[in-house]
């Protein structure tokens, strides 16, 4: 296939609402858990690219996906693959994805709103998730920066709950089952997702499953 002709694929794939069930879901392999592939939070369509699991030693602790808002999809990835992947389809431009940290990074700081969604499989404490954000996010944010964010996380996280975290603009909101925060810091709600998406990602299979998602939708 042409490189052209993938591109343009890419583009009208995106940005086209799920036609068929199989396609309504982006799905974590390892928990079986569903996510829908298009999704409305705070007033903001979310296109939603891939699905993993974070493990703590050998326990899944939660499935979770990653999502952006759904009218920046198309430029954020035909823009991408133009550049930088011109010439590759199918397992190919999967495998390259996958080993390149600078295609996450663009997901990462792309224009729009950004959400994910974790749904947990086991109960998680505040401490947990505070030690979580520091490890990610200490290299990128000031310390006292990272304390504020972990001091609006409104508790610990149970068992079958799910828990949001989304932008809108430089505000961050911090949903769990249901009981909201926010945080009203540019920098945060511009920096946050490289916790999943960054090199030292404790979810590697969710990366793993945005490249080949990209991958799969450009080589149909």
């Given at each position: 296939?042409?490189?052209?002709?993938?591109?343009l694929?890419?583009?009208?794939?995106?940005?086209?609402?799920?036609?068929?069930?199989?396609?309504?879901?982006?799905v974590?392999?390892?928990?079986?858990t569903?996510f829908?592939?298009?999704?409305?939070?705070?007033?903001?369509?979310?296109?939603?690219?891939?699905?993993?699991?974070r493990k703590?030693?050998?326990?899944?602790?939660?499935?979770?996906?990653?999502?952006?808002?759904?009218?920046?999809?198309?430029?954020?990835?035909?823009?991408?693959?133009?550049?930088?992947?011109?010439?590759?389809?199918?397992?190919?431009?999967?495998?390259?994805?996958?080993?390149?940290?600078?295609?996450?990074d663009?997901?990462?700081?792309?224009?729009?709103d950004?959400?994910?969604?974790?749904?947990?499989?086991?109960?998680?404490?505040?401490?947990?998730?505070?030690?979580?954000?520091r490890?990610?996010?200490?290299d990128?944010?000031?310390?006292?920066?990272?304390?504020?964010?972990?001091?609006?996380?409104?508790?610990?996280?149970?068992?079958?709950?799910?828990?949001?975290?989304?932008?809108?603009?430089?505000?961050?909101?911090?949903?769990?089952?249901?009981?909201?925060?926010?945080i009203?810091?540019?920098?945060?709600?511009?920096?946050?997702?490289?916790v999943?998406?960054?090199?030292?990602s404790?979810?590697p299979?969710?990366k793993?499953?945005i490249?080949r998602?990209?991958?799969?939708?450009a080589?149909?």
């Open positions: 296939m042409a490189p052209m002709r993938t591109l694929l890419v583009a009208s794939l995106f940005l086209a609402a799920p036609a068929a069930a199989a396609e309504a879901f982006v974590d392999d390892s928990t079986g569903r829908e592939a298009e999704t409305t939070v705070g007033n903001t369509r979310y296109r939603c690219l891939g699905a993993g699991v703590v030693f050998l326990f899944k602790a939660y499935a979770v996906t990653w999502c952006l808002q759904a009218d920046k999809v198309d430029d954020t990835l035909v823009g991408y693959l133009k550049k930088n992947h011109p010439q590759k389809t199918g397992g190919a431009l999967a495998d390259a994805l996958e080993d390149d940290q600078r295609f996450f663009a997901l990462s700081s792309a224009p729009g950004k959400l994910v969604v974790m749904k947990l499989v086991r109960d998680i404490s505040k401490d947990q998730i505070a030690g979580a954000f490890d990610s996010l200490g990128v944010l000031p310390p006292e920066k990272v304390e504020k964010l972990i001091d609006t996380i409104p508790g610990d996280g149970k068992d079958g709950q799910k828990i949001l975290l989304y932008s809108q603009g430089g505000t961050l909101v911090i949903d769990i089952a249901g009981t909201a925060r926010r009203e810091d540019k920098e945060i709600a511009s920096k946050l997702w490289r999943w998406l960054g090199p030292g404790p979810t299979s969710l793993d499953s490249a998602q990209v991958a799969a939708k080589s149909t």
